[in-house]
């Protein structure tokens, strides 16, 4: 089943603040974040692999709360290049690089 | 640059047609694997291979056939094209390891009239 995300779009301004929910009724054992540009492929921003797990990548950081069977987003202080909707991917147990399921989306703009 | 080259970029088919389309990674991955993506519904596995010579359904593989010609090319096949086959196509490669994501190909717009 499809992770869900939330809120489905955000409109912030530079330097504020945003968090990403990705909720799973499943088991997690994988995360992964992907941003995409309008009219672009998805991009790689990381992956979480153990519960508790934190990681982060410039002012953009994850982690992954196993209990909860969640992961968050968290864009701080943010840029204009930020913009673009982010996307979770979960992975089945014991593979977290096949059949990864995505969700919807959160879209995210961020103006001056 | 080294990724994932897809090629048509845009199509436009007509109903009962079928076409291939062609995927290609240089970066040496084992795993390859291709998406659908319609608005508001992000992005739907078809069909994945985990290494060469091994292929296997993802969530919406009807319609759809695939081929793992060998470790770099993943191919897919629309036999019949349905109008509900209108979406952009993304293949992917992965390779795994704890800092590894997917690298998308940029994409096929495939408009089914």
């Known amino acids: 089943q499809q992770p869900v995300q939330s809120p489905q779009a955000v409109i912030l301004r530079e330097g504020e603040d945003a968090v990403i929910n990705c909720s799973s009724s499943?088991?997690?054992?994988?995360v992964h974040w992907y941003r995409q540009k309008h009219g672009e492929a998805p991009v790689f921003l990381m992956i979480?692999?153990?519960?508790?797990e934190q990681k982060g990548h410039d002012k953009i950081s994850a982690s992954f709360n196993e209990k909860k069977q969640q992961s968050s987003l968290y864009l701080t202080a943010s840029q204009l290049s930020y913009s673009g909707t982010y996307f979770c991917?979960?992975?089945?147990?014991?593979?977290?690089?096949?059949?990864?399921?995505f969700g919807a989306g959160t879209q995210v703009v961020v103006t001056p | 640059n080294a990724g994932v080259t897809q090629t048509p970029k845009f199509q436009v088919l007509k109903t009962g047609q079928s076409m291939t389309l062609q995927c290609a990674q240089d970066?040496?991955?084992?795993?390859m694997y291709w998406y659908r993506q319609d608005p508001g519904m992000g992005l739907r596995l078809i069909y994945y291979?985990?290494?060469?010579?091994?292929?296997d359904k993802g969530e919406v593989p009807n319609g759809y056939n695939v081929s793992r010609l060998n470790k770099r090319e993943f191919s897919l096949r629309l036999e019949s094209a349905a109008p509900s086959q209108t979406s952009v196509y993304f293949c992917?490669?992965?390779?795994?390891?704890?800092?590894?994501?997917?690298?998308f190909g940029s994409g096929t717009r495939l408009t089914v009239v």
């Open positions: 991917g979960t992975g089945p147990p014991g593979d977290s690089w096949g059949k990864l399921q």
């Open positions: 499943k088991a997690l054992y994988s």
């Open positions: 979480l692999l153990k519960g508790g």
């Open positions: 970066m040496n991955h084992n795993s």
């Open positions: 291979s985990a290494s060469e010579g091994t292929t």
């Open positions: 992917a490669s992965a390779d795994r390891g704890p800092n590894y994501g997917y690298t």
